[in-house]
Structures are given as structure tokens and as C-alpha cells.
């Protein structure tokens, strides 16, 4: 945090900092804190990233703390409403919606895996953000548990298959890295037997794999 914050500027901004948004500054102090941590998300530094003076930061934020907060909301309004929408996707079977909030996970518009673990990260460190990221998980994985109320599931195994298919994906971006594409297709079917205990329509997986070809391939724009 800064020690001593300083005030918002009077008068119109100036016009050398007219260049420079709100978004700016959150789309470059979230890079900061995926690439270096939440320790060098600084006023000062992202100043001198953007060309601009630490006094235009004011314009747009009360003081770091201000900014730390809109990092965690976008987090929030980004990742965790992803999964949210996703579970809540019309399927005709249980298998169809797994593979719905596969493409979450999928899509990096969507679902950022990067600032997931860059927030999970922080909160390590800080026991409000530790609260905050405890909510979201939970509201994850109570989307998903609702998704299998809605196909017939019984109350705890919903919760569990909840749970196994949430820890699963959160685990696999910490282990699994730049999987081929042939692997993916290998192993859809089996693991949408073991997430649901149902076989997968043919025609309804080979659908939701041209989907997955397109969002993996985006992906490469974030590596």
C-alpha cells in the first residue's frame, strides 16, 4: 500500500494524460500482478510503464487500495461469472453440460486461468483476499453442484461430483502444460464417464471438439 496518498488533482486532466484511461492502468496492473505478484503492483512503477505522471493515477483511483480492489472485482466479475454461466447453460444430458463448462476453462476470453492463480497467490498473503477467493470457489463449485441437481443427480453426489470435477480443472493449469490437442480428443470421453457415470453422445462430443479446437487455438495468444 502507499505509506501517503496522494490527493485527487483539481481542474480538468491534463493533456498529456489524456492518452491514458482507467482501463489502462487495470489492464496494466493486472499484467503486473500476473507476471510479478500483488507486491509490485505500484503506483509509482505502472506510472512510468504508461509514460504518464503517479499524480494522473488520481484521476481514475482513490490510492492503491482502490486499485488493488478493482483488480480483485474484475477478477470476480470475469473468472467466477464465467463458471457461473457456464453451469448454468441449458444441456438435454449431463455429459452436454460438463462439456458447456469445459469451454469455459477453454475460452481465455472468459476464463483466465493466469489471474486465477495470481489472485490465489495473493492470497496467501493477505487473509481478506484469502476470504474473498474462499467465496468464489465456493460459489463455483455450488454452480456446478446445481448443474447436476438440474440432470437428476442426488444432493451429496452432486455436491461431490461438484467438487471432483472444480479441483480437477483448478489442479490441472498448476500441472498440465501445453497438452497436444490429440490428447484432449483421447481423453474427452473417458473423463466425461468418470465426471458423470453417462457415455457421451458421439455427435455431441465431436460438436463440442471443433468448438475446443478454436478456443485452444486462441490460447496461444496468452502464452
Known amino acids: 500500500m502507499d505509506a501517503i496518498p496522494e490527493p485527487a488533482p483539481k481542474g480538468p486532466p491534463l493533456k498529456g494524460n489524456v492518452k491514458v484511461t482507467r482501463e489502462d492502468w487495470l489492464k496494466l496492473a493486472g499484467e503486473v500482478l500476473i507476471e510479478r505478484g500483488v507486491s509490485q503492483v505500484k503506483v509509482l512503477t505502472l506510472a512510468r510503464s504508461l509514460g504518464v505522471s503517479r499524480s494522473s ?3 481514475y483511483f482513490h490510492g492503491r487500495k ?5 483488480l480483485l472485482e474484475g477478477w470476480e466479475g470475469q473468472n467466477t461469472r464465467a463458471v457461473l454461466d457456464h453451469a448454468a447453460r441449458p444441456a438435454g444430458n449431463i455429459c452436454r453440460a ?7 476453462f477453454m475460452d481465455p476470453d472468459r476464463f483466465d486461468p493466469r489471474l486465477d492463480f495470481a489472485v490465489r497467490e495473493w492470497a496467501r498473503r493477505s487473509p481478506a483476499v484469502r476470504a474473498r477467493l474462499d467465496t468464489a ?13 438440474r440432470h437428476g443427480f442426488e444432493e ?3 455436491f461431490s461430483r461438484a467438487r471432483i470435477i472444480y479441483f480437477m480443472q483448478i489442479g490441472y493449469y498448476a500441472l498440465v502444460e501445453n497438452e497436444p490437442f490429440e490428447t484432449r480428443i483421447a481423453l474427452l470421453q473417458p473423463y466425461l464417464v468418470a465426471y458423470t457415470s453417462e457415455a457421451p453422445d458421439p455427435a ?8 475446443a479446437r478454436g478456443l485452444l487455438e486462441r490460447q496461444h495468444r496468452y502464452v
Open 98 to 104: 460438463v462439456m458447456h463448462l469445459f469451454e469455459c
Open 204 to 211: 455431441e462430443m465431436w460438436a463440442f471438439l471443433e468448438v
Open 57 to 59: 493515477f488520481y484521476w
Open 137 to 149: 470457489d465456493a460459489a463455483r463449485i455450488d454452480a456446478i453442484r446445481v448443474m447436476f441437481l
Open 156 to 158: 451429496l453426489e452432486a
Open 66 to 70: 482502490d486499485l488493488l480492489e478493482r
